[in-house]
Protein backbone atom coordinates (compact mmCIF):
# COMPACT_ATOMS: atom_id res chain seq x y z
CA UNK A 1 0.00 0.00 0.00
CA UNK A 2 1.53 3.46 -0.95
CA UNK A 3 1.73 6.65 1.19
CA UNK A 4 -0.24 9.07 -0.74
CA UNK A 5 2.52 11.92 1.09
CA UNK A 6 5.06 9.66 -0.82
CA UNK A 7 2.63 9.64 -4.19
CA UNK A 8 2.87 13.52 -4.08
CA UNK A 9 6.45 14.11 -3.10
CA UNK A 10 7.55 11.61 -5.91
CA UNK A 11 5.35 13.36 -8.67
CA UNK A 12 6.60 16.72 -7.77
CA UNK A 13 10.32 15.21 -7.73
CA UNK A 14 9.40 14.01 -11.49
CA UNK A 15 8.32 17.70 -12.25
CA UNK A 16 11.17 19.14 -10.83
CA UNK A 17 13.79 17.24 -12.13
CA UNK A 18 15.70 16.56 -8.42
CA UNK A 19 15.45 16.08 -5.15
CA UNK A 20 17.08 19.64 -4.07
CA UNK A 21 14.39 21.35 -6.41
CA UNK A 22 11.63 19.04 -5.55
CA UNK A 23 11.95 20.22 -1.27
CA UNK A 24 12.38 24.17 -2.11
CA UNK A 25 8.80 23.58 -4.12
CA UNK A 26 6.94 21.19 -1.26
CA UNK A 27 8.86 23.41 1.74
CA UNK A 28 10.52 20.31 3.03
CA UNK A 29 14.58 19.54 3.10
CA UNK A 30 16.40 17.60 0.48
CA UNK A 31 17.09 14.66 2.94
CA UNK A 32 13.40 14.81 4.12
CA UNK A 33 13.18 14.14 0.21
CA UNK A 34 15.22 11.46 -0.11
CA UNK A 35 14.42 9.65 2.82
CA UNK A 36 10.50 9.05 1.52
CA UNK A 37 11.73 8.55 -1.85
CA UNK A 38 13.58 5.35 -0.58
CA UNK A 39 10.44 4.52 1.76
CA UNK A 40 8.65 4.68 -1.70
CA UNK A 41 10.94 2.38 -3.65
CA UNK A 42 10.78 -0.19 -0.56
CA UNK A 43 7.31 -0.20 -0.78
CA UNK A 44 7.68 -0.55 -4.47
CA UNK A 45 10.52 -3.01 -4.36
CA UNK A 46 12.44 -1.62 -6.99
CA UNK A 47 14.31 1.57 -7.94
CA UNK A 48 12.54 4.34 -9.02
CA UNK A 49 15.19 6.80 -10.24
CA UNK A 50 18.86 6.09 -11.28
CA UNK A 51 21.86 8.81 -11.27
CA UNK A 52 22.48 10.29 -14.36
CA UNK A 53 25.55 13.21 -14.60
CA UNK A 54 23.89 15.58 -11.57
CA UNK A 55 20.50 14.49 -12.57
CA UNK A 56 17.60 12.07 -12.28
CA UNK A 57 16.80 9.12 -14.83
CA UNK A 58 13.52 7.92 -14.14
CA UNK A 59 13.55 4.10 -14.26
CA UNK A 60 11.04 1.58 -16.26
CA UNK A 61 9.13 1.05 -12.80
CA UNK A 62 9.38 5.06 -12.49
CA UNK A 63 8.05 5.67 -15.47
CA UNK A 64 5.11 3.00 -14.78
CA UNK A 65 4.10 5.29 -11.47
CA UNK A 66 5.41 8.23 -12.84
CA UNK A 67 1.58 8.36 -15.75
CA UNK A 68 -0.34 6.82 -12.62
CA UNK A 69 0.43 9.42 -9.88
CA UNK A 70 -0.93 12.76 -11.32
CA UNK A 71 -4.25 10.40 -11.52
CA UNK A 72 -3.82 9.53 -8.32
CA UNK A 73 -3.14 12.51 -6.97
CA UNK A 74 -6.42 13.70 -8.81
CA UNK A 75 -8.89 11.08 -7.63
CA UNK A 76 -7.37 12.14 -4.00
CA UNK A 77 -8.23 15.64 -4.73
CA UNK A 78 -11.72 14.85 -5.55
CA UNK A 79 -12.48 12.96 -2.72
CA UNK A 80 -10.94 15.42 -0.26
CA UNK A 81 -13.43 17.72 -1.96
CA UNK A 82 -16.20 15.63 -1.84
CA UNK A 83 -15.58 14.69 1.82
CA UNK A 84 -15.30 18.17 2.72
CA UNK A 85 -18.57 18.76 0.83
CA UNK A 86 -20.15 16.31 2.79
CA UNK A 87 -19.08 16.84 6.24
CA UNK A 88 -19.79 21.14 5.93
CA UNK A 89 -23.42 19.83 5.15
CA UNK A 90 -23.31 21.28 1.19
CA UNK A 91 -23.91 18.18 -0.07
CA UNK A 92 -24.89 14.89 0.51
CA UNK A 93 -28.01 12.40 -0.34
CA UNK A 94 -30.63 11.08 2.37
CA UNK A 95 -32.99 8.14 1.69
CA UNK A 96 -36.26 8.65 4.23
CA UNK A 97 -38.97 6.35 4.18
CA UNK A 98 -42.59 7.87 5.50
CA UNK A 99 -45.89 6.02 5.70
CA UNK A 100 -48.34 7.79 4.32
CA UNK A 101 -49.67 10.20 6.43
CA UNK A 102 -46.21 11.87 7.83
CA UNK A 103 -45.18 11.68 4.06
CA UNK A 104 -47.82 14.38 3.54
CA UNK A 105 -47.60 16.39 6.61
CA UNK A 106 -44.15 15.76 8.29
CA UNK A 107 -41.61 15.40 6.06
CA UNK A 108 -42.65 17.87 3.07
CA UNK A 109 -42.11 20.99 6.26
CA UNK A 110 -38.74 19.29 7.00
CA UNK A 111 -37.59 18.90 3.20
CA UNK A 112 -38.28 22.55 3.34
CA UNK A 113 -36.81 23.97 5.91
CA UNK A 114 -33.81 21.51 5.01
CA UNK A 115 -33.52 23.18 1.28
CA UNK A 116 -33.74 26.71 2.50
CA UNK A 117 -30.36 26.00 4.62
CA UNK A 118 -28.25 23.50 2.94
CA UNK A 119 -29.85 23.35 -0.92
CA UNK A 120 -27.44 20.81 -1.68
CA UNK A 121 -28.33 17.51 0.19
CA UNK A 122 -30.94 15.95 -1.58
CA UNK A 123 -33.19 13.66 -0.24
CA UNK A 124 -35.13 10.71 -1.77
CA UNK A 125 -38.85 10.08 -0.41
CA UNK A 126 -40.22 6.21 -0.17
CA UNK A 127 -43.17 5.28 1.04
CA UNK A 128 -43.71 1.98 3.12
CA UNK A 129 -45.91 0.88 5.90
CA UNK A 130 -44.77 -0.11 9.44
CA UNK A 131 -43.67 -3.04 9.99
CA UNK A 132 -41.68 -3.20 6.16
CA UNK A 133 -40.61 0.40 6.56
CA UNK A 134 -38.40 -0.52 9.81
CA UNK A 135 -36.99 -3.32 7.86
CA UNK A 136 -36.38 -1.34 4.86
CA UNK A 137 -33.54 0.66 7.09
CA UNK A 138 -31.81 -2.48 8.19
CA UNK A 139 -31.78 -3.85 5.12
CA UNK A 140 -29.65 -0.53 3.66
CA UNK A 141 -32.91 0.50 1.76
CA UNK A 142 -32.77 3.80 3.17
CA UNK A 143 -31.27 5.81 5.81
CA UNK A 144 -34.36 6.90 8.42
CA UNK A 145 -37.55 5.51 8.08
CA UNK A 146 -40.73 7.14 10.09
CA UNK A 147 -42.64 4.82 11.80
CA UNK A 148 -45.76 4.47 14.25
CA UNK A 149 -47.33 2.40 17.61
CA UNK A 150 -49.82 1.92 19.42
CA UNK A 151 -49.85 1.89 23.30
CA UNK A 152 -51.87 -1.22 23.32
CA UNK A 153 -50.25 -3.18 20.84
CA UNK A 154 -46.78 -5.21 21.69
CA UNK A 155 -44.37 -4.23 18.52
CA UNK A 156 -41.33 -5.75 18.04
CA UNK A 157 -38.54 -3.27 16.57
CA UNK A 158 -35.53 -4.51 15.30
CA UNK A 159 -32.54 -4.29 17.98
CA UNK A 160 -30.34 -2.50 15.25
CA UNK A 161 -32.38 0.34 15.32
CA UNK A 162 -32.25 3.60 17.04
CA UNK A 163 -35.68 5.38 18.08
CA UNK A 164 -35.48 9.28 17.70
CA UNK A 165 -39.41 10.15 19.14
CA UNK A 166 -41.05 12.78 17.20
CA UNK A 167 -44.82 12.97 18.71
CA UNK A 168 -47.52 11.63 19.78
CA UNK A 169 -50.46 12.09 17.66
CA UNK A 170 -53.90 12.07 18.55
CA UNK A 171 -56.94 9.54 17.46
CA UNK A 172 -59.93 10.91 15.96
CA UNK A 173 -63.05 9.43 14.39
CA UNK A 174 -64.16 10.55 11.01
CA UNK A 175 -67.93 11.03 10.15
CA UNK A 176 -69.92 12.27 7.49
CA UNK A 177 -71.11 15.70 8.35
CA UNK A 178 -74.92 14.87 8.17
CA UNK A 179 -73.98 12.28 11.14
CA UNK A 180 -75.85 12.94 14.53
CA UNK A 181 -72.30 13.06 16.28
CA UNK A 182 -70.63 15.06 14.22
CA UNK A 183 -72.20 17.94 16.32
CA UNK A 184 -70.47 16.88 19.00
CA UNK A 185 -67.08 18.03 20.20
CA UNK A 186 -65.83 14.77 21.00
CA UNK A 187 -67.29 11.31 20.05
CA UNK A 188 -67.34 7.98 22.63
CA UNK A 189 -65.86 4.51 20.70
CA UNK A 190 -68.59 2.78 22.47
CA UNK A 191 -71.24 5.38 21.39
CA UNK A 192 -70.20 3.81 17.44
CA UNK A 193 -70.57 0.35 18.36
CA UNK A 194 -73.32 -0.04 15.79
CA UNK A 195 -71.59 1.78 12.95
CA UNK A 196 -69.94 -0.03 9.99
CA UNK A 197 -66.33 1.12 9.74
CA UNK A 198 -63.68 1.79 7.14
CA UNK A 199 -60.31 0.28 8.27
CA UNK A 200 -56.90 1.92 7.33
CA UNK A 201 -53.51 -0.31 6.93
CA UNK A 202 -52.82 -3.73 9.27
CA UNK A 203 -51.12 -1.38 12.15
CA UNK A 204 -54.25 0.69 12.60
CA UNK A 205 -57.17 -2.31 11.47
CA UNK A 206 -55.20 -4.22 14.56
CA UNK A 207 -55.70 -1.04 17.01
CA UNK A 208 -59.24 -0.30 15.87
CA UNK A 209 -60.13 -4.00 16.94
CA UNK A 210 -58.14 -3.55 20.42
CA UNK A 211 -59.55 -0.30 21.11
CA UNK A 212 -63.09 -1.81 20.07
CA UNK A 213 -62.63 -4.78 22.08
CA UNK A 214 -61.59 -2.57 25.13
CA UNK A 215 -64.93 -0.68 25.26
CA UNK A 216 -66.58 -4.38 25.07
CA UNK A 217 -67.75 -4.30 20.79
CA UNK A 218 -66.14 -6.09 17.74
CA UNK A 219 -66.46 -3.00 14.96
CA UNK A 220 -68.14 -4.23 11.67
CA UNK A 221 -65.48 -3.64 9.53
CA UNK A 222 -67.01 -3.04 6.18
CA UNK A 223 -63.66 -1.92 4.04
CA UNK A 224 -59.88 -1.53 4.44
CA UNK A 225 -57.69 0.87 2.64
CA UNK A 226 -54.41 2.79 3.42
CA UNK A 227 -55.25 5.68 1.12
CA UNK A 228 -56.26 8.67 3.34
CA UNK A 229 -58.62 9.54 0.42
CA UNK A 230 -60.34 6.49 -0.46
CA UNK A 231 -61.25 6.85 3.50
CA UNK A 232 -62.81 10.31 2.98
CA UNK A 233 -64.72 9.65 0.18
CA UNK A 234 -66.23 6.34 1.61
CA UNK A 235 -67.03 8.23 5.22
CA UNK A 236 -68.54 11.10 2.68
CA UNK A 237 -70.82 8.90 1.10
CA UNK A 238 -71.95 7.41 3.86
CA UNK A 239 -70.20 4.12 3.28
CA UNK A 240 -69.26 3.81 6.98
CA UNK A 241 -67.17 5.70 9.95
CA UNK A 242 -63.38 5.62 10.17
CA UNK A 243 -60.50 5.97 13.30
CA UNK A 244 -58.09 7.91 11.95
CA UNK A 245 -55.18 10.37 13.58
CA UNK A 246 -55.00 13.69 13.68
CA UNK A 247 -52.01 14.42 11.62
CA UNK A 248 -54.53 14.13 8.54
CA UNK A 249 -56.54 16.84 10.07
CA UNK A 250 -54.77 19.20 8.04
CA UNK A 251 -55.44 17.74 4.49
CA UNK A 252 -58.84 16.54 5.72
CA UNK A 253 -60.63 18.18 1.98
CA UNK A 254 -63.55 16.56 1.82
CA UNK A 255 -66.53 19.16 2.66
CA UNK A 256 -68.91 16.51 3.82
CA UNK A 257 -66.55 14.75 5.89
CA UNK A 258 -65.68 16.03 10.02
CA UNK A 259 -63.40 14.95 12.49
CA UNK A 260 -63.69 14.60 15.85
CA UNK A 261 -61.62 13.21 18.38
CA UNK A 262 -62.04 10.73 20.61
CA UNK A 263 -63.24 10.56 24.24
CA UNK A 264 -61.20 9.06 26.44
CA UNK A 265 -57.79 10.33 24.19
CA UNK A 266 -56.55 7.87 22.65
CA UNK A 267 -52.48 8.40 20.98
CA UNK A 268 -50.20 7.03 18.70
CA UNK A 269 -45.85 7.51 18.92
CA UNK A 270 -44.34 8.64 15.91
CA UNK A 271 -40.74 8.01 15.85
CA UNK A 272 -37.81 7.97 13.29
CA UNK A 273 -35.73 5.13 13.51
CA UNK A 274 -32.14 4.86 12.11
CA UNK A 275 -29.00 2.63 12.41
CA UNK A 276 -26.68 3.73 15.32
CA UNK A 277 -23.65 4.49 13.14
CA UNK A 278 -25.90 6.90 10.99
CA UNK A 279 -25.80 9.05 13.34
CA UNK A 280 -22.72 10.07 13.10
CA UNK A 281 -23.53 10.76 9.27
CA UNK A 282 -23.99 14.25 9.18
CA UNK A 283 -26.60 15.14 6.48
CA UNK A 284 -28.43 12.21 8.09
CA UNK A 285 -28.13 14.07 11.24
CA UNK A 286 -29.48 17.43 10.21
CA UNK A 287 -32.93 15.40 8.14
CA UNK A 288 -33.34 14.02 11.58
CA UNK A 289 -32.93 17.73 13.21
CA UNK A 290 -35.50 19.34 10.87
CA UNK A 291 -38.04 16.58 11.55
CA UNK A 292 -37.98 16.75 15.34
CA UNK A 293 -38.18 20.66 14.68
CA UNK A 294 -41.43 20.71 12.89
CA UNK A 295 -43.15 17.84 14.79
CA UNK A 296 -42.26 19.86 17.75
CA UNK A 297 -44.19 22.65 16.20
CA UNK A 298 -47.36 20.55 15.74
CA UNK A 299 -50.01 21.54 17.91
CA UNK A 300 -52.76 19.37 18.94
CA UNK A 301 -51.63 16.02 17.37
Not at 59 to 74: D, F, K, Y
Not at 257 to 274: C, D, E, F, K, W
Amino acid sequence: MFDSRHIKTFHQVVLSGSYSAAARVLGYTQPAITQQMKALERDVGTPLFVRVGRGLRLTEAGEALARHAAVILSDLSAAEQQMGALTRLRAGRVRVCGFPSANVSLIPEALARLAAGHPGIRVELLESEPPESLHRVVSGECDITLAFTYPGLHEQVPDALVEIPLLEDQLTVLLPTRHPLARRRAVKLADLAGERWIAGCLRCRANLLHECAEQGFAPDVAFSTDDNLVVQSMVAEGLGVAMTPALILGFLCHRKVTGRPLQPQSRRQISAYVLREHLRVPATALVLDELKAVSANKVGC
